[in-house]
């Protein structure tokens, strides 16, 4: 049975279609699109908010979309346990409609950094992850202005306490540093889940390394994760999810 | 009635923009400005007719949308007298 993404468009999203490709082409799954206006996820098993600058990033970023119609959608699925995965700008929606803890400020040295960087995925007990190996050094590309993770000195420590803290920037060998980290984020933060772990959000791209034939397939895994936790029956699908 | 609402980030959160700004300002000789934090600024025009009614109007909005809690507070001014 082929499992169903949804892509949630936005007024100013331009990863959606990298991640339907991902989700269609590369993996071999169903994918839609769905407009920022509708309110049915369409029996989606999966939903992605993809990476772009959904409303011209105006006020702050993701600050406007939250409020879109489909985000009461994406905010059911999510409390009825669908996994739900926000990349670059989606994770920024999802820490504006507060699915997420924390806020994103400007990049330490106010760069809009693109390139490939390595992240270490750190928690394997999330549908988007599920397929990695504890520790597993992914590289794959960011592309952000505004990925310097905040959060306060309470909420960071119930992020550790729950092992919230899903991807860690890091050097090739996996190891965290400064050096290692391309915009100042909290603790080399790179991607987060909620209590719950069905929602992740994270700043770099895996939909944009699914093929050795645009520099690395690692970001593949991310997306594989999803069907095999389907195939764990770890995941609340389409029939529950569903509002 | 018009509010304006100042923006800026809490004291506890870095704000990369203002440390860059204060970094050029050194660089052209300003060694008497010792810190700049750099925040937005909201101008409402506010269909209301007392000051306490714009003050709520412009707070519940900052609330909402203009601040986010997580980062940044808000300072509001009603102008105008009512009708």
Known sequence: ?243 | MRARVFVTLKPSVFDPQGKTIVDALHTLGYGGVEDVRQGKYFELELAAHSSETARSMASEVADKLLANPVIESYRIEIDGTSH
């Open chain 1, 1 to 243: 049975m082929k499992t169903k993404f949804a892509v949630i468009v936005f007024p100013g999203s331009n990863c959606d279609h990298d991640a339907y490709y991902a989700a269609k082409d590369v993996l071999g799954q169903e994918a839609e699109f769905v407009w920022h206006k509708e309110t049915d996820l369409r029996g989606a098993d999966a939903v992605i908010l993809p990476g772009g600058f959904s409303h011209g990033d105006y006020l702050r970023t993701g600050a406007i979309a939250r409020f879109s119609p489909v985000m009461d959608a994406v905010r059911r699925f999510a409390a009825a346990g669908g996994p739900v995965l926000g990349i670059c700008n989606g994770f920024q929606i999802l820490l504006e409609a507060g699915l997420l803890p924390g806020a994103m400020l400007r990049n330490r040295e106010l760069k809009f950094r693109c390139e490939h960087v390595h992240v270490r995925v750190d928690e394997t007990d999330t549908p988007f992850t599920l397929a990695c190996r504890p520790q597993q050094v992914l590289r794959i590309p960011i592309a952000h202005g505004e990925g310097n993770y905040f959060t306060t000195p309470d909420e960071l420590r119930k992020l550790e306490q729950n092992r919230q803290i899903v991807f860690r920037y890091v050097d090739a060998s996996g190891v965290a540093s400064d050096e290692a980290n391309p915009n100042g984020s909290i603790v080399s933060i790179a991607g987060i889940c909620n209590e719950r772990r069905n929602v992740v959000g994270l700043m770099p791209h895996p939909e944009r390394a699914c093929e050795l034939a645009v520099g690395s397939a690692d970001g593949r895994i991310i997306f594989e994760s999803v069907l095999a936790a389907r195939a764990a029956g770890v995941l609340t699908t389409a029939g529950s999810a569903s509002a």
